[in-house]
């Protein structure tokens, strides 16, 4: 299983950030789900994923993971003040939404825990543990001195 993630680990992370994505939009178009500003924000920092998770995959190159480090951490933590707002009682006042579609509405809410921010953010977290545990075959941290197999970014 190991080195199956480890060979596969940037078409595994494309995968989740094209079923996010989809799904991100199966639910605002399809079932009329208005997006909030907190949602929003989730999708600027998810969306871009499959593009660059995409043509890295396609290409091979490992050093991706350090360009999308970013966008994984910030999403993250967008998703998850989300999901704390709507679930911890007073949360949501600490930086209200005010404007258009509240950001403590819950229009999907299983078992009493699993919301849209909470699904986004295991999206998010998996993304950068795909992306750790598959590049740490590369470089000691896991996240610095990336190959790749493309020789237009060999060091000359």
Known sequence: ?????????LYLAWVVSLVATGGSLFMSEVLDYAPCKLCWLQRIFMYPLVLLLGRAAIRGD????????????????ISLYHYGEQKVPGMASILPCTVGV?????????FG?????????????LI??????????HGRD???????????FEDH
């Open 62 to 77: 490992r050093r991706i993971v350090g360009y999308v480090a970013p966008l994984i951490a910030i999403g993250g933590f």
């Open 1 to 9: 299983m190991r080195s199956f993630i480890r060979a596969n680990f």
């Open 128 to 137: 950068g543990l795909l992306l750790w545990f598959g590049s740490r075959q």
């Open 113 to 125: 825990i699993i919301t849209i921010p909470l699904l986004a953010l295991t999206a998010f977290i």
């Open 142 to 152: 896991g996240w610095a001195g990336f190959e790749s197999d493309d020789p237009e």
């Open 102 to 110: 509240p950001c403590d509405e819950d229009y999907l809410d299983w």
